[in-house]
T-cell receptor, first 116, second 114 residues
């Protein structure tokens, strides 16, 4: 069965510094999508970044980038120039392949604290 | 259209009562998902619809749970005879039927069963 593991329950970073959140997953599929979502306190989940497994190039969105290592089944999120507004729970998610239900499997999340 | 909306945002009920939640997806989205999120956990898949058809239900969805999407637009999730273990955040998400199929989440309904 597909699983997603986030081994860091909580991380802290100084404002303007860089932090990396870890995610590993287990699947026997070759084609799938991976996502990072941000969930601010008492607010809805927001898509941060998406990676297609067939693409070798790591996805980037402004200050957010991923390090996708398909063979190692690793999908880490790097946040550069951290801002106070980045403080939130971050969830890594795996999406079943296109022939399936498209449902997401989420990790347990990493709480990111940004220190002023 | 500003995104996925859910009502109510909070619901407190007594054990044994029935509750119903509503989700309004992004208007052109034909896929709709329900997830449950308990404290300290990531969301867990409950069920999903493609248009009005409910195509998959999780084992988490006991027979006390029922979901509908009668006209392929909004959806309702009903829990009958609520139990304290049903206390959780219930999230709705919608997406376009497309290869990218990114899901957009609503703010959730927080259910507390006393």
């Amino acid at each position: 069965a597909q699983t997603v593991t986030q081994s860091q329950p909580e991380m802290s970073v100084q404002e303007a510094e860089t932090v990396t959140l870890s995610c590993t997953y287990d699947t026997s599929e070759s084609d799938y999508y991976l996502f990072w979502y941000k969930q601010p306190p008492s607010r809805q989940m927001i898509l941060v970044i998406r990676q297609e497994a067939y693409k070798q190039q790591n996805a980037t969105e402004n200050r957010f980038s991923v390090n996708f290592q398909k063979a190692a089944k690793s999908f880490s999120l790097k946040i550069s120039d951290s801002q106070l507004g980045d403080a939130a729970m971050y969830f890594c998610a795996y999406r079943f392949p296109t022939s399936g239900t498209y449902k997401y499997i989420f990790g347990t999340g990493t709480r990111l604290k940004v220190l002023a | 259209d500003t995104g996925v909306s859910q009502n109510p945002r909070h619901k407190i009920t007594k054990r044994g009562q029935n509750v119903t939640f509503r989700c309004d997806p992004i208007s052109e989205h034909n896929r709709l998902y329900w997830y449950r999120q308990t404290l300290g956990q990531g969301p867990e898949f409950l069920t999903y619809f493609q248009n009005e058809a409910q195509l998959e239900k999780s084992r988490l969805l006991s027979d006390r749970f029922s979901a509908e999407r009668p006209k392929g637009s909004f959806s309702t999730l009903e829990i009958q005879r609520t139990e304290q273990g049903d206390s959780a955040m219930y999230l709705c998400a919608s997406s376009l039927l497309a290869a990218t199929d990114t899901q957009y989440f609503g703010p959730g309904t927080r259910l507390t069963v006393l």
